[in-house]
């Protein structure tokens, strides 16, 4: 089993729609978690944290269940230029980040 | 806005050449990864230091990789010889301490 797993997808979706992405890690000791951005052939970007009491930053809400060992993404109200690679990104107290394979998002006007 | 800087940004070498890739990090930024990106899969890191030291190279194919940090500030990813899997993009984060790491814009490796 992967250490991160995510829905590759592509995920199409249309102008204000709302999307969710969902991705299990196989670690229960993980400590940190997090969502990345990353356009295409361009580096990474922490795009938010996601901490045990859930947390929203304007469209975007991260959650995570660590019973079920899940973190979630949700965006709401969809940009064009949210179109991108969402990475879901783990990590264990002195042990370097894990980062899933990410899923990508196409909004269509 | 401090950014973590790398070079070359592009570079096509024949297989079992040598290659070699710089990164400074963000000033004052102790902590210094390397990654590999393969198309369609996340980054792997392949080296961690903590200044000058080397943290982490499990993940380090030593046998061709080299990494070193000698000052403790900017970092030099070696590969000798190039292989053909070698092709992907070499990414570059540094970060104070465990917080939030902040990426270079990545050398673009591609090995014919």
């Known amino acids: 089993r992967k250490e991160v797993e995510q829905d590759p997808g592509p995920f199409n979706v249309p102008e204000g729609a709302t999307v969710a992405f969902n991705c299990t890690y196989s670690?229960?000791?993980?400590?940190?978690f997090f969502w990345y951005r990353q356009d295409c052939r361009k580096e990474p970007k922490l795009l938010m944290s996601?901490?045990?009491s859930g947390n929203e930053d304007g469209r975007f809400t991260a959650q995570l269940n660590r019973a079920s060992q899940y973190i979630s993404l949700l965006i709401r109200d969809s940009k064009l230029s949210d179109s991108a690679t969402y990475l879901c990104?783990?990590?264990?107290?002195?042990?370097?980040?894990?980062f899933g394979k990410g899923t990508r998002l196409s909004v269509i006007a | 806005e401090a950014e973590v800087a790398q070079s070359p940004r592009y570079k096509i070498t024949e297989k079992s050449q040598a290659v070699a890739f710089w990164c400074d990090p963000i000033?004052?930024?102790?902590?210094l990864y390397w990654y590999r990106q393969i198309l369609g899969q996340g980054p792997e890191l392949l080296v961690q230091?903590?200044?000058?030291?080397?943290?982490?190279d499990s993940q380090l194919p030593k046998d061709r990789f080299s990494a070193e940090r000698l000052k403790g500030v900017d970092s030099t990813l070696k590969i000798q010889p190039a292989e053909l899997g070698d092709s992907a993009m070499y990414l570059c984060?540094?970060?104070?301490?465990?917080?939030?790491?902040?990426f270079g814009p990545g050398t673009r490796l591609t090995v014919l």
């Open positions: 984060a540094s970060s104070f301490g465990y917080n939030e790491q902040f």
């Open positions: 670690n229960s000791a993980s400590q940190s």
């Open positions: 996601v901490y045990s």
């Open positions: 990104v783990v990590k264990g107290g002195n042990t370097p980040l894990v």
């Open positions: 000033s004052g930024h102790a902590t």
């Open positions: 230091f903590q200044d000058e030291s080397v943290v982490d």
